[in-house]
Every structure is written in C-alpha cells, then in structure tokens.
C-alpha cells in the first residue's frame, strides 16, 4: 500500500507571536504604497493617499445670506424708528435671494422681513445695516488652498460634498487590496450543486468574499479545486500573480491530502503551520513571492476566527487603516465552561440582562457550529493555561451587537421545544425592538437558572410522578422562596419517532428492550427524559437494557437528525419536530409545556408583549399548521 505522508506535527505559537513572525516577514510588501486615481463620486470609504487641498474657494463669490435687499452701508446709517429712511431701487437697493453674489457698490443685505415697501420703487428701513451684514464671504467654507482632508483618511459623505465644494473631481486613494481565495477539497460543491451525502457546501468561501468587501478590499473567489498537490500549487501561483493576498481554505490539518502547508513550503516560505488558537489551530501563515499567504482551516467557525485575526489585520494593514476599537463588556457566566489548557480559546456567547445582570450563556463551542456564530452576542477568550471558568464568575465579552438589543432580549433558559423559534419570530416581527433568546438546557436546568436569577423565563415540561401533575409541583420544590408563576402555553404530543415507514416496527416503550433496537436519549434534566425514566420505570425496564441511553442529545431536533442519519432507531420527542424531520411517529402522552416565571417580570413590557403573542390567532394558526399542539389557555397566568 503506497504510504502518505501527513503533517502530523503542527507548531503551537500564540497569536501575538504568530502575528509578529508574520508580519514582519510580510511587512514590506504591504507598505510598498499603490495608488490610484478615482472620481470623488466613487470615493465613499476609500482612503486618501494624499492630503486633499481645496482648488477653488467656496462660497466661490461674496454670497447674500439671506433674502432681502442689497445695499450700499454706508447710505443706510442714520436709519431708527424715529428717522427711517427711504432707498430708491437700482441706485441704493436692489432685491437679492438667499446664495445670489453681492456686486459693488453693494456690500451689505438687509433681510426682507425688516424692510417696509413704500411703492415700486422705494423701501423704507429703520435700522442700520453694518458693512458685509448678512453677506457670506467668498470663502467663509472653503479657502482655495486649504486641506479638506489628510492622507490615509476614511472618505465619508461631508467629505465628499465638501472636496466637491472645494473643486476636486478626482482623488488619489489607496488601492482596494486584491483578496484571492480559493477553495480546496474534491468533496467541496458550488452552493447551487446538488447536495449528496459525502460532499460539502462551499460556504466558507462565500462568507470570506463578504468579509473582504466589508473590511475593504476586493475579493476574487476561484472554483473549488480537487485535492490534487499539482493542481492546487497552480491555482496558488496564479492567485498570486493576480492578487495582493491570496487566502486557502482547508486542507490545513493532518489529513492525508491536507497539502496547503508543503504547497508553501515548495514555492515560498511557510512562516507559521499551527497557532494556540481554538477554533483554528491548524491556521498557516507564509509568504510566496512576496505575497502574504494564509491556509485557512477547513471548519466554518475555525475559518472566522482565523479569518478575522489574521486576514481582517492584512487587509486593513494594507490600505494603512487602524482597527476599530472593540467593545468590552463584563457578564456573569451562566453555565461551566471547561477549557484546554493548551489553546487560547474563543467561545461564542448568547447575552442577556436579567434583574440589571448581564447573563452570558455559552453557546454551541464545536467549530463546525456556524449558528453559534450567528446567534452570538458576544465572545470571551478562555486564555491559554486556564483549565476553566465556573458558573457565577465575571468574564470579559467582547461585544458583536449592540447594548440596547441585548438590552431588550427576554432571556429564556430552559426546555427545547420548536414553538420556541416560532415566538422568537412572532414576536421580532411585531415589535421590531424585542428579541426573544433561547437557551436549551432541560427543564430542571431552566428551574435552576431561574433561581439563580440568570433567566426572565423557563419553558418547562416536569410530570410530577405522584399526581400526575405538570410543572407546579416542581415549582413549588425547587423554588420555595421565590415568588413565583407559570404562564399556561400548550399541550403537546410526545412519542417515539422512527424512520419513515417505521422499518423496524417499533410500536411501544416496550421495543427500547430489543437487541436490534438502538435509542438515542435526551440529557438528564430535560423533561422528555424524565418522561422516559417514567415510563421506564412504570413499565419495569432497566434502563441497561436500552442500547444508546448513554447517547444524549440537547433538543428534539437533534434526536430527530439521529434518527434520519440512522445512527440511532428511535428517540422519543414531540410530534412536530418529527414531522419536520420526516419521520414516523408514535404517540405515547401528552404532556404541557408552559412558562414558569419569577413573578416581578410579569410586569416586564417585553413579557406583556410575550403573553400578548402566546394568546395571538397568529400563534394558535402555526401550531395548528405545525401539529401536535393543542391550546387551551395559553397565557394564562397561574400564581405558584
Ligand atoms: N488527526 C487530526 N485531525 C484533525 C486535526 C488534528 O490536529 N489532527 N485538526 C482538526 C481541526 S482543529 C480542524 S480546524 C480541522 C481542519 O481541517 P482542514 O483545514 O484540514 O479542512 P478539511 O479537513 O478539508 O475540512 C474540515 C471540515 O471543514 C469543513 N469545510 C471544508 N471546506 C469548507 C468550505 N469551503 N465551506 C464550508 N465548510 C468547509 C467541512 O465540514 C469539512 O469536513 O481538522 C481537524 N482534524
Ligand atoms: O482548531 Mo480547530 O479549528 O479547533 O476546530
């Protein structure tokens, strides 16, 4: 069998240093200063490369400030309420509009609304006007000769009207840095391909092309090339030759066809193969022809980040621009978050402000997770050397929204259900401002939150074993000394979801037990697991006996894709999420998932508008067109 050779040991510098080897490697080529020349109509954002001065003086010519009359000073003095006097048009007045040149012998404006009309020719004042009054002088905005704006300055829009002003048409200005980036993997499609299992959609590339026109430059995205050395080595050279930085996205690890690294190494200079980053370990930085070069690592959230320390700094270096200063916030950890104590790392974060507390949740930290990117408010740096951070403590976050909409999030920590997207939507789309932040934790996990008071609302499922009651009596336990209530929300179907046409033909709890049965569970805490446990428990099964119990799961949706995948044959969860997935579905109860909430936020606007949703036709429609719902008196309001 031919052997491949892989790169099975990468270096583990931290970003500073990492960044230093490179730039200063690269340094020179980015200062080398490239210039051209456009019209000051497209100039918005670009950066001057040289100090801009006015050619003409504006106001061009002694400007009326004013609608009125023109008139010579000096004949008007002498002029009161007891001595007014007369002016005869042509000779001692004649009418101006506001921005009209003043042409000798006048020198002064006098404004209309101060001038009394005696007939077609005469006017009568009662005040003095004082040379140049209500006049703007040539140049009183712009000097001919006067700098408008400096080098390496940002082209905003006043900037624009005032070079315009000032009599300039064209601008020298830094030129946009070309961003070649190409994507490699023999399984990687173009976004509009057909999707089959085992191949891959460029996204990465898609989302680097938007990131470079954001900071500046200009993007140039080649087709997905195989992982082939020859072909990708080609596809570097001409991206090198056609742009200022080229970026290589995957093929950065220790796979047998991860060949960006030895690519460089072959035709350049590989500075740095491994930074203490996570995501992004496997980034590469090095330099062919002069050209910075940057291997991206293959994973979405990986790809940000490294993109974002890496290739954001390039493209700014390159056009002579600064970074923007972040913006740093201090929160309250909502759930442990263990950590490497080898890798710097970047976790996203879902915020919240709850009592004046601002509550960080750790969201989904895989680096394929793209939608903990999309949904993140903020991210923290667990530095290197630093095992973990526990619940309770204050981080540092760095901010990715504004204050004000974190502000104006209602905080739901607690059970899964996909009711909780749908009022997330409803409510957004009625009143702009709210937004509504779910974080999946179980239903006990939400209690708890709750107690902590990290959360404004728990969705909860809890059976209450004894009286077969839901939710209160679990309320009344774990929250004893809190004033508490429970917003009623809906009934819903729980059961066994199984492949389409049900190929095993599981038809009861009792199935968990068969050899040929695998399960997927849900983690403990959540109400659908305490479900199972009580019916296991009812039905006298050993939970050692089910095959897959220890493979848990955060939501229903993620129990479902189990099952469509086939690495598990049946999970139990709700109806809808079923139904969403395609798959069979069993019934075995119904359960109700409502809301519990610390009594004091029923007063809350955002929860008002809440309750005003939960009660909406709107809302009833959906969970009719999503099934498995029923709705009794949602948003009714029970004190615990
Ligand atoms: N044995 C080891 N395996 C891996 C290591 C390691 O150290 N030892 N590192 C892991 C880490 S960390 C990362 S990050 C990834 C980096 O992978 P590569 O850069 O080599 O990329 P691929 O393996 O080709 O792809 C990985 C993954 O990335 C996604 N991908 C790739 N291209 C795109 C694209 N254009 N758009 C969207 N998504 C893309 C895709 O999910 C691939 O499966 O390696 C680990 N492995
Ligand atoms: O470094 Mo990888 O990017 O952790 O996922």
Redesign the pocket.
């Known amino acids: 069998m031919k052997k491949t050779k892989r790169n099975i040991y990468?270096s583990n510098i931290e970003v500073n240093e990492a960044k230093k080897l490179f730039f200063n490697e690269i340094n020179k080529s980015i200062k080398d200063k490239k210039e051209e020349t456009v019209s000051v109509y497209d100039s918005l954002n670009r950066i001057s490369a040289k100090p801009i001065f006015a050619e003409i003086s504006s106001p061009y010519f002694n400007a009326s400030a004013m609608d009125g009359i023109a008139v010579i000073s000096n004949k008007t003095y002498g002029a009161d309420e007891r001595n007014p006097k007369r002016l005869k048009i042509n000779e001692e007045y004649i009418y101006i509009d506001t921005g009209d040149p003043i042409k000798e012998p006048f020198d002064a404006v006098i404004m209309i609304e101060d001038v009394a009309l005696v007939d077609d020719e005469t006017v009568e004042i009662i005040k003095a006007a004082s040379p140049w009054q209500h006049v703007r002088p040539m140049g009183e905005d712009i000097v001919a000769g006067e700098m408008i704006i400096p080098a390496y300055h940002k082209v905003t829009p006043v900037d624009i009207g005032a070079m315009l002003c000032g009599g300039i048409l064209d601008i020298d200005v830094i030129k946009k840095p070309r961003v070649g980036i190409i994507?490699?993997?023999t399984e990687?499609i173009e976004p509009e391909d057909n999707i089959e299992v085992g191949k891959?959609?460029?996204?990465?590339?898609v989302m680097f092309e938007a990131m470079v026109k954001t900071y500046g430059g200009i993007p140039k995205r080649y087709k997905?090339i195989p992982d082939d050395y020859e072909l990708i080595k080609e596809k570097i050279l001409q991206a090198v030759k056609e742009n200022d930085i080229v970026v290589v996205?995957?093929?950065?690890?220790?796979?047998r066809e991860?060949y960006t690294s030895k690519i460089i190494k072959e035709i350049g200079n590989l500075i740095v193969h491994g930074v203490a980053v996570?995501?992004?370990?496997?980034a590469i930085l090095g330099n062919v022809e002069g050209k910075p070069i940057v291997g991206?690592?293959?994973?979405?959230v990986?790809?940000y980040i490294v993109f974002e320390t890496f290739v954001k700094e390039l493209i700014y270096k390159y056009q002579g621009i600064k970074q923007e200063k972040k913006q740093f916030i201090k929160g309250t950890l909502s759930k442990r978050l263990m950590s490497s104590l080898k890798h710097l790392e970047y976790v996203r974060m879902k915020l919240g402000k709850v009592s004046g507390k601002l509550v960080a949740t750790p969201l989904n930290r895989g680096?394929?997770v793209t939608m903990s990117l999309v949904k993140a408010d903020g991210i923290t740096k667990i530095p290197k050397n630093v095992e973990g951070i526990e619940v309770g403590e204050t981080i540092e976050i760095e901010l990715l929204k504004d204050m004000e909409s974190i502000e104006n999030t209602i905080v739901s920590i607690g059970s899964h259900d996909l009711i909780m997207d749908i009022l997330a939507n409803m409510i957004h789309e009625r009143y702009h401002e709210i937004n509504l932040s779910s974080a999946h934790v179980g239903s006990l996990g939400g209690v708890m939150a709750l107690k902590r008071g990290e959360a404004h609302i728990s969705p909860i499922h809890l059976l209450d074993e004894k009286t077969g009651i839901y939710n209160i009596e679990h309320l009344k336990k774990y929250l004893k000394n809190k004033n508490i209530s429970l917003i009623k929300g809906v009934k819903r179907l729980q059961g066994l979801m199984v492949k389409k046409n049900n190929p095993k033909k599981i038809s009861s709890i009792n199935d968990l037990e068969r050899e040929d049965v695998v399960f997927v569970n849900r983690q403990k805490g959540s109400g659908t697991r305490i479900l199972l446990d009580f019916k296991l428990k009812e039905l006298n099964i050993d939970n050692s006996k089910v095959k897959g119990y220890d493979r848990e799961m955060t939501t229903h949706m993620t129990v479902a894709s189990a099952v469509l995948s086939g690495t598990a044959d049946v999970g139990l969860g709700i109806q809808s999420s079923a139904k969403a997935m395609g798959l069979d579905f069993i019934p075995i109860g119904e359960e109700e998932y409502d809301f519990a909430i610390i009594s004091e936020f029923l007063e809350d606007e955002k929860i008002k508008r809440f309750i005003e949703i939960l009660k909406s036709k709107e809302f009833s429609v959906m969970l009719e067109s999503l099934g498995g719902y029923k709705i009794e008196e949602p948003g009714r309001i029970i004190n615990i």
Do not use: V
């Open positions: 990468l994507p490699t993997g990687i891959i959609i460029d996204s990465n590339s997905p996205n995957a093929g950065s690890s220790a796979g991860d996570k995501p992004g370990k496997p991206i690592p293959g994973y979405p990986s790809a680096a394929g």
